[in-house]
């Protein structure tokens, strides 16, 4: 092989340059670099590039070949022809899988899109507060009756017994014209050591008189078994001077309520009976007070205030009023709480 060595080659003549003759290969050996300071015509130009995935792509292509839209991806060709662009969109729905646990972010959900719904199942009754580091947690169930507690600061709350001295309304209603009124043994709550019935108690008759008695349950039928029971009450006139007081022990062991001269025309009238140890071994002591007005036959004022107590060794669950003597309740309302 014949070899020249120069550093410039010029035309001999004008301006044109031939480096071999069609169908000759000109090769640039490696290492060897051509530097183009001017036009370079008759080569591949930009608007022929191609392009490969890796560089053992055996066939190169333009770029709306080479990409392929996947799934819920579209692409989209823009200023065909012009300055043209490749635009990849979203479509469709993206499966739960296909995103990221660390992707969902507070950011990512709008403001009150979760609903009861979507939330996890919990514990029926169990209420949702934080822990000391900040964290959700559940205040568990608690017991009929408890309350919800603060533990203060760093704690969640709790359910525990009201403290002492707090009434809890155990039961309430109103009942029609009837000739007693029956609490029984569910009413009476062991957890609490005092109960107190309020009754609003109204006659249905005009009987001068007639009373209530009060009778405890001995375990299979109602006795009036009361011992040590004494009944007191105050009565004022419009007649008399000064009031007239009656009183004494009811030998027949009944706890005596209501009054004569109690008649249907003196509306609804208060009586308090508070019942001490009722669901416990120990003695029972059982309270009543009664405020009261009536009128009588010559529509004088009558102003009533009576009072008693009793107490019975045996076991007591359940409590009665009877009317007697041809006095009957009216609609009576009545409530019963138990106190610490």
């Known amino acids: 092989m014949s070899q020249i060595e120069v ?3 010029i035309p001999q003549s004008g301006t044109a ?14 290492g060897a670099t051509i530097t183009n300071n001017g036009t370079a015509t008759g080569f591949d130009t930009d608007t022929n590039d191609k392009v490969k995935v890796s560089s053992n792509d055996t066939t190169p292509g333009f770029l ?50 979760i609903t009861l719904a979507k ?26 009756g408890q309350i919800l507690t603060s533990a203060g600061t760093g704690a969640p709350p709790t359910f525990a017994d009201a403290s002492g001295g707090d009434y809890v ?32 108690l109204t ?10 008695d009060m009778f405890y349950d ?30 004494g022990e009811e030998n027949n062991g009944v706890m005596r309520i209501a009054t004569d001269g109690w008649r249907s025309n003196a509306g609804p009238q208060p009586i308090i009976i508070e019942c001490h140890n009722m669901r416990t071994d120990d003695v029972k002591y059982f309270y009543w007070r009664a405020l009261h007005f009536n009128m009588d036959a010559n529509q004088r004022l009558i102003v009533n205030y009576g009072g008693g107590s009793a107490r019975t060794v045996s076991t007591t669950s359940s409590l009665k009023f009877a009317s007697q003597n041809g006095w009957n309740f009216g609609e009576t309302k009545y409530a019963v709480y138990g106190v610490k």
């Open 64 to 113: 709306n070949g080479k990409l392929v839209a996947g799934t819920n991806i579209s692409l989209t060709e823009g200023s065909d022809g012009g300055n043209e662009t490749l635009t990849a969109a979203l479509t469709g729905t993206i499966a739960t899988a296909q995103i990221a646990d660390a992707n969902v972010t507070t950011a990512k959900i709008a403001d009150d899109a």
């Open 17 to 30: 340059l031939q480096v071999g003759e069609s169908g000759d290969t000109i090769t640039i050996p490696a």
């Open 203 to 212: 006659s249905s008759s005009n009987s001068d008189s007639g009373y209530v």
């Open 169 to 200: 309304k155990l039961s309430s209603g109103t009942t029609g014209s009837v000739s007693q009124l029956l609490f029984s043994n569910s009413v009476f709550d062991s957890n609490y050591s005092t109960h107190i019935i309020e009754l609003n």
């Open 7 to 9: 550093d410039k080659v």
């Open 218 to 247: 001995d375990a299979s039928t109602f006795s009036s078994g009361f011992t040590n029971c004494t009944s007191i009450s105050l009565q004022m006139n419009s007649s008399n001077s000064s009031p007239e007081m009656s009183g």
């Open 119 to 144: 939330m996890a199942p919990g514990t029926d009754g169990n209420i949702i507060s934080y822990d000391a580091s900040g964290n959700p947690v559940a205040v568990a169930t608690g017991s009929a």
